[in-house]
C-alpha cells in the first residue's frame, strides 16, 4: 500500500519590500512512497527537503499541487493521528521537564489517558532518558533533546514517522542511537521519511533515497541497485613490498599501504593483471568490482539548472530526466 | 479528531501555557514589584491625612493594572513567536490539533495566568486596606469589582498581543498592543472629541473611537477609591463589551493563523 504521494506538490514563497519577486522553495514533486519503506530525502541545506516535509505537516501550504497520505488528504484530521514528526534541531518547552512534555504531546496525540503514564515511561526507557525524566528541558544537552524529540514523534505509535535531519548535531554515539532506533522501527513495519545531508546515513539505512537540490528532484533509487551499479573498473588488492611494473602499465591506479597494494584497473585488464600477480608470485587478498557509491550518485544530481531558476517565475517544470511517473519504485534516473 | 476532544485540547494547550508562564522567573519579579507598590502605597497613605484609603487604592489598583498589563503584554506576544522560533509548534500542529483550537488555548492559557496574577495582586491591596483601616469596610467589595474591570481589561489585551503576534514580530507586536492600550485608555476623551468634530475628520474620529477598545469604561479606579459603588448594568455591560471585544480579536488572530505558512 502507498503510504506516501505527492502530486505535484509546489511552493514558492513571495520576498521582496513589494513581494513582488517569487522565490521558488520547492519545484513540482512527484514521489511515491510504500509503507514499511525507510526513504532517505537527500540535498544539501537550502534544497527544499524542509520545505516539503512542512507541506506535508500542513504547516506551510503548497502553491499548487497536493499530497496524500495513507491513502488520505493532507487536511483530513486522521492523518495526523497517524504520523510523528521530528523538526530539525528541536527545541521544547523550557520549563517542562522530559516526563511533563511526553505527557502533554500524548494528551493532544489522544493517546487514552488510561495507560499514557505507562507509554511514557517506556518511550523514556526506550531513548535512554529514565534518569533525566524530571528534569527540567532547558537543562538539557543538545542531544538529549534530540532524544526527547524521537520519543514525542513515536509516542503514539504513528504508521508514519518524518525525521527532518535526525542526526544533525549528534556525536558519533547520538548518531549511532538515532539509527538504531531508525532500524527498529523498520522492524516494527512503519514507514520512515527522514531527511539528511549524511550520506554514509542514508546508506545504512535506507531503502531508497531521492536527491532534491535547488528545490528540484533531481532522483530516486533504490539503495541496492544505486551501489550495485559496476563502473568497468576492477579493484586488486594484494601482498607486495611494491606495484609492480608490469600492473603500471596495464594502465592501473595503485597505492602501497605496508606491504598491501590496492590497485584500481580497467575490467577488461583482469586476466592480465592476475597473470602478472601469478608470474610476479604475488598473494592476492581479494578482486572486486568497483561498484558506483551513493557519494557519487549524490554528485552526479548536484549538477547546477541552466538559467536563472533559483529566483523568478515558477514557470518552468522539472528540466531533468523528470522523476516523475518512474520513481515509484527502484531507479529514477 | 471529534468535535467532542476539541474542548480536551483546547484545554490541554491552555494548562500547558499556564504551566509554563508560572514556572518563568520573570513573572514573579513582575508580581514582587506589584505587591512593592502596594506596600509602598500604606506609606504614601500614612502621610496623606484622612485621604490614606484613596491613597492606597488608586496606587494599588493602578499598580495591578499596570503590571497586568505589562505581564499580558510580555508573555502574549511571544506565545505564538516563541513557539514559531523554537518550533514547538511545529510538533503541536502536527498532531490532531486544529490551528483555532491551539490560538484559543493559549488565549485560556494567558488569561488563566493573569487571572491568578491578579489574584495574589489584589489580596496584596486588599491586606494593604486591612492595615490602613484595620477592618474590612462595605465599600470594599467596589474595590473587588474595580479589580474584576481590570481583569476584563487584560482579556481584551491578552487578545491583542495574540492578535498581533499571530502575524507581527515580537517587538511590534508589543508597540503595538501598548499603543492600543495606551489609546483605549483614553477613549472616552476620543469619543468626546469626534462628538464636537465635524464632516470627514468627524466620521474617521468617530469610527476609531468606536474601533479602540474602551479601557476607560472599564477602569472604575478613581470611583472605587472614593468609597463610590459601581452600577450593576456597568458590570453586566462591561462583562459583554470585554467578552465580545476579545472574541471578535480572536477570531481575527485564528483567520490570520489558519492562512499564514510557518516558515
Known amino acids: ?333 | 479528531m471529534n468535535s467532542s476532544r476539541t474542548d480536551a485540547r483546547i484545554g490541554f494547550i491552555a494548562f500547558n501555557t499556564f504551566r509554563e508562564a508560572v514556572r518563568d522567573r520573570v513573572l514573579y519579579n513582575l508580581i514582587a514589584f506589584a505587591l512593592l507598590l502596594s506596600g509602598s502605597a500604606i506609606l504614601v497613605g500614612e502621610i496623606s491625612i484622612d485621604i490614606e484609603r484613596l491613597v492606597v487604592v488608586n496606587l494599588g489598583l493602578t499598580a495591578v493594572s499596570i503590571f497586568g498589563v505589562v505581564i499580558a503584554i510580555f508573555i502574549g506576544i511571544g506565545l505564538v513567536s516563541k513557539e514559531m522560533d523554537k518550533r514547538t509548534l511545529y510538533t503541536v500542529l502536527s498532531r490532531p490539533v486544529r490551528r483555532w483550537e491551539f490560538i484559543v488555548g493559549k488565549f485560556f492559557g494567558l488569561t488563566g495566568t493573569l487571572i491568578v496574577n491578579t489574584l495574589f495582586m489584589a489580596i496584596g491591596v486588599l491586606l494593604a486596606l486591612l492595615y490602613t483601616a484595620h477592618r474590612f469596610e462595605k465599600m470594599d467589595v467596589w474595590v473587588m469589582v474595580a479589580v474584576y474591570f481590570i481583569v476584563l481589561q487584560f482579556l481584551i489585551v491578552c487578545a491583542l498581543a495574540l492578535f498581533f503576534s499571530s502575524f507581527s514580530t515580537p517587538l511590534m507586536s508589543a508597540v503595538f498592543t501598548f499603543a492600543l492600550f495606551i489609546i483605549g485608555s483614553l477613549a472616552e476623551d476620543l469619543r468626546g472629541f469626534a462628538r464636537i468634530t465635524h464632516g470627514a475628520g468627524g466620521v474617521l474620529a468617530t469610527a476609531i473611537a468606536y474601533l479602540v477598545p474602551n479601557f476607560s469604561a472599564l477602569n472604575v479606579i478613581s470611583q472605587v477609591a472614593h468609597g463610590d459603588s459601581v452600577p450593576g448594568r456597568l458590570i453586566l455591560y462591561n462583562t459583554l463589551y470585554a467578552l465580545l471585544y476579545s472574541t471578535m480579536v480572536i477570531s481575527g488572530a485564528v483567520l490570520i493563523f489558519q492562512r499564514r505558512n510557518l516558515k
Not at chain 1, 602499465?249 to 598491501?260: M, P
Request: proline share 6%; hydrophobic share 40%.
Open chain 1, 1 to 333: 500500500m502507498v503510504a506516501i504521494e505527492i502530486l505535484d506538490l509546489e511552493k514558492s514563497y513571495q520576498v521582496g519590500f513589494w513581494r513582488k519577486r517569487a522565490k521558488v522553495a520547492l519545484r513540482p514533486l512527484r514521489l511515491t512512497i510504500e509503507e514499511g519503506e525507510v526513504f532517505g530525502f537527500l540535498g544539501p541545506n537550502g534544497a527544499g527537503k524542509t520545505t516539503t516535509l512542512k507541506l506535508l505537516m500542513g504547516l506551510v501550504f503548497p502553491t499548487a499541487g497536493t499530497a496524500r497520505i495513507l491513502g488520505r488528504a493532507l487536511d483530513d484530521p486522521q492523518v495526523k493521528s497517524q504520523i510523528g514528526f521530528l523538526p530539525e534541531q528541536p527545541y521544547f518547552y523550557d520549563h517542562l521537564t522530559a516526563r511533563e512534555l511526553l505527557n502533554y504531546y500524548g494528551q493532544l496525540s489522544g493517546v487514552p489517558a488510561k495507560g499514557r503514564a505507562a507509554r511514557v515511561e517506556q518511550m523514556l526507557d526506550r531513548v535512554g532518558l529514565s534518569d533525566s525524566a524530571g528534569v527540567q528541558l532547558r537543562k538539557f544537552s543538545k542531544g538529549m533533546l534530540q532524544r526527547v524529540g524521537l520519543a514525542q514523534a513515536i509516542l503514539h505509535d504513528p504508521k508514519l514517522v518524518f525525521l527532518d535531519e535526525p542526526m544533525s548535531g549528534l556525536d558519533p554515539m547520538g548518531r549511532r542511537e538515532v539509527r538504531d532506533m531508525i532500524q527498529q522501527l523498520r522492524h516494527e513495519g512503519k514507514t520512515v521519511f527522514f531527511s539528511t545531508h549524511i550520506l554514509s546515513d542514508a546508506e545504512a539505512l535506507c531503502d531508497r533515497v531521492g536527491v532534491i537540490h535547488q528545490g528540484e528532484l533531481r532522483g530516486v533509487g533504490a539503495i541496492a541497485e544505486l551501489t550495485s551499479q559496476t563502473q568497468g573498473r576492477i579493484e586488486i588488492i594484494f601482498y607486495a613490498p611494491r606495484v609492480p611494473a608490469a600492473l603500471t602499465q596495464l594502465g592501473a591506479e595503485a597505492r602501497v599501504s605496508g606491504n598491501i597494494v590496492n590497485a584500481v584497473l580497467p575490467e577488461k585488464q583482469q586476466d592480465a593483471a592476475l597473470e602478472v600477480l601469478r608470474h610476479e608470485r604475488l598473494k592476492l587478498i581479494s578482486l572486486t568490482p568497483v561498484r558506483r557509491s551513493l557519494e557519487e550518485y549524490y554528485i552526479q544530481n548536484m549538477r547546477p539548472i541552466e538559467g536563472p531558476k533559483e529566483e523568478g517565475p515558477k514557470e518552468e517544470g522539472p528540466k531533468e530526466e523528470g522523476p516523475k511517473e518512474e520513481n515509484r519504485k527502484g531507479v529514477g534516473v
